[in-house]
């Protein structure tokens, strides 16, 4: 598409050139061409299927006009990481694009450096996108692959099933409140490495790769926990026509959240949101091969309810009555 010329001297290709390609780096097999053609071209394992998904980061709306840009460039692809590992894929590649106000080198060079550190970790190249000025927004496409049926859809969850979760849930909620200087948060007085813990949580979530792709085809439904766990869990219940019952006391809690009130704690054990944790369901039968996948994959799991035929979540307390929460998840357009 023509677009009116930026100032800079070589602008759009120049700072394409210097910030996302990689001289001397060689490309996983998969990607059969990287950045620089009018397509990028990918090389799938033959019978298997892709898996792409697509998020944006919008300044002012995801993170702060402050962000670090190395924590934001982990973040960008994380979050679409995520969506693979939710899925139970395998990732092969990614696309950027990137909407700036102005070229700043420094910025630019802080962000690839967070961006591709995550991306090598996970053999996952960036193979092409697209550069324009305008309001800072980070655009992410990102392509994986798996075997037909393996996936980890959110409407095959089914009656009897257990419900499992990866890591914990409400740190990154605590550091925005942290953040955001809210009493409840500042009241709980902790200690900078329980703090330091939480702002982790919320700037550089690790992707469930290994454990998603380790759950294909064992689990059913799965979904990364992004926008809260009751309501990520909705998703999974609408989709497959069911209801769930949670233990209240089953749901793992970081050191820095027992320090919150009850109300407090729940309240971001339940709705936090940017969690990234995997979310998933699977027939009773297989909970001993899922302990054994958890362990080899270095995150913990917890089970923390089940699937039932009669619809909408309920919680249950340690005495098995059902109990109403307070609050809900995040929802852009509420
Ligand atoms: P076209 O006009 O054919 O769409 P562009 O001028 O937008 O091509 O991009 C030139 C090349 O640089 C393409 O290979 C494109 O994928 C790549 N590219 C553009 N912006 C980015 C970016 N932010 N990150 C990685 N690759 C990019
Ligand atoms: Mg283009």
């Known amino acids: 598409m023509p677009t009116i010329p930026a100032p800079e001297a070589d602008g759009e290709f120049g700072l394409i050139r210097r910030h996302f390609t990689r001289p001397g780096h060689t490309l996983p097999p998969q990607a059969v061409l990287g950045v620089g053609d009018d397509c990028a071209l990918l090389q799938p394992t033959p019978g298997h299927q892709f898996a792409i998904s697509c998020d944006m ?5 995801h993170f702060l006009p402050d962000a670090d840009p190395a924590t934001l460039g982990h973040k960008t692809l994380a979050v679409n990481l995520s969506d693979l590992a939710a ?7 990614f696309t950027l694009a990137l909407a700036l106000p102005a070229v700043d080198d420094t910025w630019l060079a802080g962000f690839a450096r967070g961006l591709f550190a995550l991306a090598d970790r996970h053999a996952c ?3 092409g996108g697209d550069t324009t000025r305008g309001p800072l927004t980070l655009c992410v496409t990102v392509f994986g692959e798996l075997a037909p049926g393996s996936a980890l859809r959110r409407d095959a969850a089914r009656a009897g099933h257990d419900v499992w979760l990866s890591g914990r849930t409400g740190e990154a909620r605590l550091a925005l409140a942290l953040r955001a200087g809210d009493d409840w948060a500042l009241a709980a007085g902790l200690d900078p490495a329980q703090a330091g813990a939480c702002h982790r949580r919320m700037d550089a979530p ?3 790769l290994v454990l998603g792709q380790a759950l294909a085809g064992v689990a059913h439904a799965g979904i990364d926990v992004s926008d809260g766990l009751a309501g990520d869990l909705g998703h999974i219940l609408t989709a497959s026509g069911v209801g769930a019952e949670l233990q209240i006391d089953a749901l793992p809690v970081a050191p820095a959240l027992e320090r919150l009130t009850a109300t407090r704690r729940l ?3 339940v709705h936090g949101g940017d969690d990234y944790e995997l979310l998933f369901c699977a027939p009773p039968e297989q ?3 899922i302990e054994a996948i958890a362990t080899q994959a270095g995150t913990p799991v917890t089970r923390i309810g089940r699937i039932t035929a009669e619809p909408g979540l309920r919680w249950l307390d340690a005495q098995g009555a059902v109990q109403t929460l307070p609050g809900r998840g995040f929802d852009h357009f509420a």
Do not use: D, K, S
């Open 125 to 127: 190249p960036l193979i």
């Open 287 to 289: 909970r001993a091969r």
């Open 206 to 208: 690790e992707p469930r």
């Open 87 to 93: 899925m139970g894929a395998r990732p092969l590649g």
């Open 267 to 269: 309240e971001c054990l």
């Open 57 to 61: 980061l919008v300044e002012g709306r």
